[in-house]
């Protein structure tokens, strides 16, 4: 009996001990180069399976990831007749999570489609709409989903996530939240993602309220500011797509590190005010490469977003490939 109960006290332990976040970068870049757009993986300590953020390059970053040892798990013993890749995005990827469906951030779905099996992609109303309609519609591709136009090949079922509403992501333990973003007359979403008793918050492209005259991102931070309050969230993803060469009459519905750090601070004044954020991990994605000569453009927004880093939150800057813990 004493034996049980201690068997039960050390699980319950180990469980609270685990419940964090590992995220493996597959494409951190906002435009331009293909095989490095916008997805990301995530996954419950305690799980196997992967939730995909969005899916903009999914291959490319699987082979990165494969060859910086970022799935140690996956061995020739497990992967049977598949290649490593293959058996990475078949059975590592448990669901999809799109937050909106510009291409940067669905072309690498569209492209492992005829080899995925059978799962669920979760979006908003909006979002499922345009992917039923504008992709999977038998003209700029074959319909893999289990509904919309012409023959149905039942590979992926589009679930809508409406706003606000706790979903259960599939089989990979994790439960969402959507919250819609304002991205230059584009809906785009954030997913504040939990395991057990911790978040992750992983924003889609999104504008600043102030430019999108939106108050979308100020209800996010209402929501988030209990969180870090009660250190709860492990994290976030959120884009800085151009640096502050870039006016605001062209950011187009995105952050640069000026509008990023504005609403970053409004977070802090709502979780307790100076020094609340401090060390938060804040993942910078979607950075646009400027294909220009000179300071490469992530080099630049780094140095802009630490110039102003008086929130002292910690700037995060994954590479392609990289596996992280949170
Ligand atoms: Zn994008
Ligand atoms: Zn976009």
């Not at 919250?179 to 911790?198: K, V």
């Not at 209800?219 to 492990?234: G, M, S, T």
């Not at 490469?289 to 977003?305: C, E, F, H, W």
Request: charged share 15%.
């Amino acid at each position: 009996m004493l034996k049980k109960i201690l068997a039960l006290c050390w699980f319950g332990y180990s469980t609270l001990a685990l419940a964090g976040f590992e995220v493996v970068a597959l494409g951190v870049e906002g435009g331009v180069n293909s095989a490095n757009l916008t997805a990301y993986l995530i996954r419950a300590d305690n799980q196997t399976q992967y939730l995909a953020l969005d899916a903009g390059s999914l291959l490319p970053g699987i082979s990165k990831g494969l060859a910086q040892g970022s799935f140690p798990q996956v061995t020739d013993a497990v992967t049977g007749d598949d290649q490593p890749e293959r058996y990475i995005f078949r059975q590592l990827i448990g669901s999809y999570f799109i937050s909106h469906p510009h291409l940067d951030h669905v072309a690498g779905l569209l492209l492992v489609a005829p080899q995925d099996r059978k799962k669920t992609i979760y979006a908003a109303a909006d979002t499922v709409q345009t992917l039923h309609n504008h992709y999977f519609n038998w003209k700029v591709w074959p319909n893999f989903t289990d509904a919309g136009n012409g023959a149905r090949l039942g590979i992926y079922r589009l679930q809508t996530m409406r706003p606000r509403q706790r979903v259960t992501l599939g089989f990979t333990g994790l439960t969402g939240v959507l919250y819609p973003l304002s991205h230059a007359g584009t809906l785009s979403s954030m997913l504040l993602i939990s395991n057990e008793n911790q978040a992750f918050a992983y924003f889609g492209d999104t504008g600043a309220d102030a430019l999108e005259q939106s108050n979308h991102l100020e209800r996010i931070w209402q929501d988030l500011a209990p969180l870090v309050q009660q250190k709860r969230l492990k994290g976030m993803i959120i884009e800085t797509s151009v640096s502050n060469q870039v006016a605001d009459n062209a950011l187009y519905g995105h952050l640069n590190p000026t509008w990023l750090l504005k609403e970053l601070k409004k977070l802090e004044q709502l979780s307790g005010g100076a020094g609340s954020l401090q060390d938060l991990p804040v993942i910078i994605s979607h950075i646009k490469p400027s294909m220009k000569q000179g300071a490469a453009s992530d080099v630049t927004i780094r140095q802009q977003l630490e110039q102003g880093n008086d929130l002292a939150v910690k700037f995060v800057f994954m590479q392609q490939g990289e596996r992280q813990q949170f």
